[in-house]
């Protein structure tokens, strides 16, 4: 295979996982946040909930890959060139463009009405909601960060030495 289509074929990857990551993120913040209660799943209509389960997802979703869609790319970039093949680091990663993301709107408030929810308990939030995308970004892409890169593939093997 060529190094161009091994290129194309690890962006295309690089994406899947990526938008599959901000849907498990989504699914996380809907019961992390209590979008849905566990209540609603014997009160409501089947289709009513699963209809609901599914806009929220992926609305929740859609709104965390355009919050970090550019700096994730940029650290995604980075792991596969240093070939960063460790859960921690892409968990790390996650859990601090999370908290970058969520805090610079909170940071640009001046003095106004009482927020809803108590700052830290959003954070908390999307810390671990950006702690278990990117678990689940590694687990499909990052356990094989520099893999496609000729020098990866290139290592010459070392014979074994011959005894006398």
Not at 32 to 58: I, Y
Request: net charge neutral.
């Amino acid at each position: 295979m060529s190094d161009i289509l091994r290129l194309v074929l690890r962006l295309f990857a690089i994406c899947f996982g990526f938008f599959a990551g901000c849907l498990a993120a989504g699914l996380a913040y809907a019961f992390l946040a209590r979008l849905v209660l566990p209540e609603d799943f014997g009160r409501f209509d089947e289709l009513e909930l699963t209809v609901t389960l599914v806009v929220g997802v992926l609305g929740v979703a859609s709104l965390f890959a355009r919050a970090v869609l550019l700096p994730a790319f940029a650290v995604i970039a980075v792991f596969e060139l240093l070939r960063r093949r460790d859960w921690l680091s892409y968990a790390l990663a996650g859990a601090a463009l999370a908290l970058v993301a969520t805090v610079a709107p909170l940071a640009g408030q001046g003095p106004g009405p009482a927020p809803v929810t108590e700052p830290a308990h959003v954070i908390a939030i999307h810390i671990a909601c950006a702690i278990i995308g990117a678990s689940l970004y590694w687990l499909l892409v990052g356990h094989s960060a520099g893999r496609w890169l000729p020098s990866e593939r290139a290592k010459p093997s070392v014979p074994a030495d011959p005894e006398p």
